[in-house]
């Protein structure tokens, strides 16, 4: 990397695999060889691989589109637009499987760190990743670290432009899907199974959130990048 280059990059998204936890704890991942070297009759050798999965699956980006009818595309976004300072809430030293983000704990995070910013990407850290390679625990029937409905309204007063969590949704399916509906209806966006929170600090740093770009798409994997400033010499 460019020495003069100011941010130090944190990779924020999970590998894909046939073997990751899926939303429906099926295979949600294939990737096989559909053409493989010894396939090729000239000199120049190719492998070539084939792709078949969820739209949501993995470390993935939900467009507005996903829950609310005539809501933006994935491809309807502006790159300028997935940009965004970030910060992160760490709940991770009380968290248990029914464990929801409540207003309080957004209220004690910024009586250290000050009020949100506006625009910002707030990441949800709940330690819910550490089960991310067993499948079966992580999944745990849907049951899983989420945000509070009084929560999610608190950010959206705040103006921020996007939420993310270590667990596969924000939403418990048992207390229905409020937080999609309060973030995507006005137009945010909501991103799953994010990696590596722990690299992260709880707030000046940025998030790039870089989607497969797919006409008319309600959801896409991303790569996911977190971007620390650093002192360049």
Request: glycine share 8%; net charge negative.
């Amino acid at each position: 990397m460019n020495k003069k280059f100011p941010y130090k990059l944190i990779d924020l998204t999970h590998a894909l695999d046939s073997t990751i936890p899926t939303w429906n704890g099926g295979c949600g991942f294939n990737h096989d060889v559909h053409i493989d070297y010894s396939d090729c009759t000239s000199e120049d050798k190719f492998r070539v691989m084939k792709v078949k999965m969820h739209a949501g699956i993995g470390t993935h980006m939900d467009a507005p589109s996903h829950c609310i009818p005539g809501g933006r595309f994935i491809h309807d976004f502006d790159v300028n637009d997935l940009i965004m300072p970030c910060v992160v809430i760490d709940v991770s030293d009380k968290c248990f499987e029914r464990y929801s983000l409540s207003v309080q704990d957004i209220a004690d995070f910024e009586s250290k760190y000050g009020l949100i910013p506006k625009s910002s990407c707030v990441f949800v850290k709940t330690g819910w990743g550490k089960f991310w390679n067993e499948p079966l625990k992580y999944h745990n029937n849907h049951v899983f670290p989420s945000l509070s409905a009084e929560a999610a309204e608190l950010l959206l007063e705040r103006g921020v432009s996007a939420i993310g969590i270590d667990t596969l949704s924000p939403d418990r399916p048992e207390d229905g899907f409020k937080v999609h509906k309060t973030f995507l209806g006005p137009d945010k966006i909501i991103i799953e199974n994010v990696a590596n929170l722990d690299s992260m600090p709880p707030t000046g740093s940025f998030c790039l959130v870089l989607p497969i770009k797919i006409k008319d798409g309600t959801e896409s994997p991303v790569r996911l990048v977190g971007l620390i400033e650093r002192e360049v010499k």
